[in-house]
């Protein structure tokens, strides 16, 4: 395989930053980018110092013989239709959270890949924080053991002083506190703790006048299939700095964020705090895109799977919307979905 040619559809804050992770790769480039806004694209490109075409045709970039591969940066409910296509076309796939506004688009997703295997990643890209890998790691060689508690916690204040929040606090391309963002916080219970077999759910408003047309807050009660329990919390309109909490018990330790309590440190009287990049910092590694990309291209060479591809992400999104049926029936919810 020669270079890897990409087609980057949308030009927003994400796009660029994809846009820059694939520009520092030698064996990768972009060829075609996707905006409806055509000039503004091109003065983007021009400030990245990236040569490539730019097209208001989704379809025209999908069919373009110079495009192995394509992220999807649009609206999440555009989402399920442009990877169907992409999957039709032979093109590898980069796509953002959440992988669509309902069970309807993910199934239609899942379909096309079935018949149209082509390598993926999705943008759970907290799997690519630093502190995320350090936890992961640390599970992994049995530093805390089975978890029997996992509580995890997305709180952001995503208000009008974001572009974004003139979409996503609508329900028909938000949709919910956990599609919209606290999805990530279900993706993490699943990466660190396992999958879930039952949802139980509420949600509520934070304010009378909030502009959010569906409730903004939200708090899911899990069981896990280790037989353990977890839950997670996903609040956008929260006066607090934003911060993503991570709380694992396991049955030969804990972890809380950054800091190990461990039967593997004997004589341990106090939890080590590991110095790391946390996934509320500041840094930009906090959004660790380059290394998301990196692991994509070098899955693809070698054959492997990203550190979160589609069959992956698809069951956090499973969740995601038991989390909100629940929400809306005042039921708890058995998984895995039936279709």
């Known amino acids: ?21 694939i520009a520092k790769r030698p064996d990768a480039g972009v060829t075609v980018v996707v905006s409806k806004n055509t000039e503004h694209a091109k003065s983007r490109l021009s400030e990245l110092g990236i040569d490539a075409r730019v097209v208001s045709s989704y379809e025209e970039a999908v069919k373009a013989s110079d495009v192995d591969a394509i992220v999807l940066c649009t609206t999440p409910d ?6 169907v296509l992409a999957a039709r ?45 350090n936890t992961k790691a640390l599970i992994d060689d049995d530093a805390i053991g089975r978890i029997y508690m996992a509580q995890i ?44 077999t039952e949802v139980t759910a509420y949600g509520c408003h934070t304010w009378k006048d909030s502009e959010y047309e569906f409730e903004p807050n939200a708090i899911a009660i899990f069981k896990l299939k280790n037989g353990g329990i977890g839950k997670v919390s996903s609040s956008l309109e929260c006066k607090t700095p934003y911060k993503f909490n991570v709380h694992l018990l396991g049955e030969k330790g804990a972890i809380m964020n950054n800091q190990l ?40 060479r070698n054959s492997t799977s990203t550190r979160c ?24 919810v058995k998984l895995p979905l039936a279709e």
């Open 78 to 83: 555009l989402r399920p239709e442009q990877a």
């Open 1 to 21: 395989m020669g270079m890897l040619r990409f087609a980057v559809v949308g030009t927003g804050w994400v796009a660029g930053e994809y846009l820059k992770a």
């Open 153 to 196: 916690d997305y709180w952001h204040h995503v208000g009008p002083q974001y572009g974004q929040y003139r979409w996503s606090r609508t329900k028909a391309q938000g949709g919910s506190s956990m599609l919209s963002a606290g999805c990530h916080a279900v993706d993490a219970v699943r990466f660190f703790a396992g999958d879930i």
């Open 89 to 133: 076309h032979g093109k590898h796939l980069v796509m953002e959270k959440p992988l669509a506004m309902d069970r309807a688009g993910l199934w239609s997703i899942a379909e096309a890949l079935e018949k149209n295997p082509v390598h993926t990643a999705v943008s759970f890209v907290l799997r690519w924080n630093p502190s995320f890998a």
């Open 309 to 332: 591809d589609f069959s992956d992400a698809y069951k956090s999104m499973e969740v995601t919307f038991a989390i909100d049926e629940s929400i809306a029936t005042g039921k708890s």
């Open 261 to 300: 309590f461990s039967h593997k440190l004997p004589g341990q009287k106090d939890y080590a705090t590991i110095p790391t990049i946390l996934p509320d910092s500041g840094d930009v590694s906090h959004h660790p895109f380059v290394e998301e990309i990196d692991d994509f291209i070098d899955s693809l």
